[in-house]
Nanobody, 117 residues
């Protein structure tokens, strides 16, 4: 049974910070590429940040220099540090795990981030 459990979301004022965590189980974390995606009401889900098993990172243009993705393999956990939050960052944030070579994708249930103006 694969589980990705996000936490750390909440309500924050513009300019504030949050750190999201995603704890995985039932997955070979060390070979998994991990990512954070978000979906706002009425919008498509979009990639926010990814980090491969070899620690290569990629960010959406909208969050470069603002968000930082990291992982701790010993804890089977991926993090998203979000600084200088803006109202347009408000969304449900989802954790994703992907095995290489066209392997399956796994998704968490999401955690709500709301940034007030």
């Amino acid at each position: 049974q694969v589980q990705l459990v996000e936490s750390g979301g909440g309500l924050v004022q513009a300019g504030g910070s949050l750190r999201l965590s995603c704890v995985s189980s039932g997955i070979i974390f060390s070979i998994s590429d991990m990512g954070w995606y978000r979906q706002a009401p009425g919008k498509q889900r979009e990639m926010v940040a990814t980090i491969t098993s070899r620690l290569s990172t990629n960010y959406a243009d909208s969050v470069k220099g603002q968000f930082t993705i990291s992982r701790v393999n010993a804890k089977n956990t991926v993090y998203l540090q979000m600084n200088s939050l803006k109202p347009e960052d408000s969304a449900v944030y989802y954790c994703n795990a992907h095995y290489p070579r066209a392997g399956p994708n796994y998704w968490g249930q999401g955690t709500q981030v709301t940034v007030s103006a």
